[in-house]
């Protein structure tokens, strides 16, 4: 059996390798600050944010949706945000009426407008279930946001704005979104309320 130790050093190495290499991407960085500034506008157009993913993608989006609603940083007021994957009614009745894949662009298209913002997370940009909320808004006009890995998949087609997150693991690669959501969160916090 492998050391928890050394272990530890290689997940500790990925994890730094990854941020590094995203730190070093000119293409991506400029992406995410035309996502970033894009949800800054949202926001003030009286938009809201929409997030979705599915298993620790799942938690993430109700992590940043917290995170919008209560605060990141300094004291300010609420911002509205929604996870789309805590309502267990609606899960559950889209699930076996229309499918698995319908879980989140049904719940777009009763919910959503185009002045708010989607964030689809997915670390294999493959998700049917993303893939179709990202189908939705833009049949909407909904802005979508894609934090994807690997090579960024079909989402990478379908979204306005795809950051894709280096990394080998799906571990290394939800890693890197926790930084990629606490950024877009404090972005949007600084703009709207300290700059």
Known sequence: MEKASVLLQKNLAASISAKQQLLQDAAQLAEFERAAQDV???????????????????????????????????ERPSLPAEALTVDSSALTAIGNDYGFEHLFSRQLAGKASAKDVFLGITTSGKSPNILKALEQCRSMGVTSIAFCGKDGGAARALADYCIIAPGDSTATIQEVHIVLAHTLCECVERALFFD
Do not use: K, M, P, T
């Not at 938009?47 to 109700?62: H, K, T, V």
């Open 40 to 74: 800054v506008r949202r926001y003030r157009l009286g938009g809201r944010l929409y997030i979705a993913g599915n298993g620790g993608s799942a938690a993430d989006a109700q992590h940043l949706a917290a995170e919008f609603v209560c605060r990141l940083g300094a």
